[in-house]
């Protein structure tokens, strides 16, 4: 019988693996990596980890993650309340912020229809969204433009506009490659895409 890690060692390492992203190797790497820290450290990341779940939330208005109960940029009387971006993750909307050109508000659906997946509608915040737009003016749709990214956009244009008639909607524009993700695009492709959004 070969050499065998101890359990606490291969536990980790199989914890690790769960991560997205994540393979066997890696999963060793960072386990070995973890092994070679400080105890301080140790403690602070694992109660970092503890911490996740019961000290983060939804932010009440946009669904965005937050350590309150309403998120500072929902707060901020100085972005523009009549306009919100709707995105797929909470990433997205990082993303938009190190851009400084966005001053609406956010709503983020926490995902995107994917029936191969086996998410539908009920399954992401859309009712919230729904339950917005009777105050606003324009909705941006942002949501990735990918297969799934674009049979969302559809499916919120259709509901949205039952909803709100008046309702200005729109999606971004150019810049933003099919099947890319939000938030791996630069700051300047971000820009362009908000500047050249159509409307829909």
Known sequence: MGFVF????TDLIE????????????AEKLAFYLLRMPQSFLT??????LE????????????????RKVCKICENAGRDQG???VVEEPMDVVAF?????????????????????NIGPDELFIKELLDRVKDVDEIIIATNPT????????????????????????RLGMGIPTGADLDYADDMTLSQALEGRREI
């Open 15 to 26: 914890s690790l693996r769960r991560l997205p992203g994540i393979g066997p190797k890696s």
């Open 52 to 67: 996740l779940k019961s000290k983060v939330n939804y932010c009440a208005t946009c669904k965005n993650v937050t350590d």
């Open 147 to 170: 297969m799934e990214g674009e049979a969302t956009a559809l499916y919120l244009n259709k509901k949205l506009k039952i909803e709100n008639s008046k309702l200005k909607i729109t």
């Open 44 to 49: 602070d990341f694992s109660s970092s980890v």
């Open 83 to 85: 306009v919100v971006m």
């Open 97 to 117: 912020e190190r851009g400084k050109k966005y001053q609406g508000v956010y709503h983020v659906l926490h995902g995107r229809i994917s029936p191969l997946e």
């Open 6 to 9: 101890p359990k606490v060692i």
